[in-house]
C-alpha cells in the first residue's frame, strides 16, 4: 500500500490550497484516514481526522479554516485548506489506517504519505 501525496506548495497569506492523498495498492478496508503537519524545529502533529463513517476532528489552530473530506470509493482523502497563514507552513503528511486479512487474521496498519510541502508568505 502506498500514499501518494500532492498540492501543496507556495501561498500568499488569506490564500487557499487543497491538499489530495490516495491510498493505492492491496486494500481491503481503510479506517481513519488524516492530515499531519511538521513544521521546522517542532514536533509533528495533527491537523485533522476523519473516520470511515465522516466523523471528523480539527485542531485547534484550523477550525474555521480546513475542512477534511474523503472519498472512500477512491480511497482518497482531501484537505481543503482556507485563510492560511504562516503559522501554517509545514510538511503536510497524509495517513490512513488501513486493514486487512493475514495469516493470523485482521490486523490493521498505519501508512504514512511522502509529505507535502506548504509554504504561506506574508
Known amino acids: 500500500v502506498q500514499l501518494q501525496a500532492s498540492g501543496g506548495g507556495l501561498v500568499q497569506a488569506g490564500g487557499s490550497l487543497r491538499l489530495s492523498c490516495a491510498a493505492v495498492g492491496s486494500i481491503f478496508s481503510i479506517n481513519d484516514m488524516g492530515w499531519y503537519r511538521q513544521a521546522p524545529g517542532k514536533q509533528r502533529e495533527l491537523v485533522a481526522d476523519?473516520?470511515?463513517?465522516?466523523?471528523?476532528k480539527y485542531a485547534e489552530s484550523v477550525k474555521g479554516r480546513f475542512t477534511i473530506s474523503r472519498d472512500n470509493a477512491e480511497n482518497t482523502v482531501y484537505l481543503q485548506m482556507n485563510s492560511l497563514n504562516p503559522e501554517d507552513t509545514a510538511v503536510y503528511y497524509c495517513n490512513a489506517q488501513v486493514g486487512g486479512w493475514g495469516k493470523a487474521g485482521y490486523s490493521e496498519t498505519d501508512y504514512w504519505g511522502q509529505g507535502t510541502l506548504v509554504t504561506v508568505s506574508s
Open positions: 476523519i473516520t470511515s463513517g465522516g466523523t471528523t
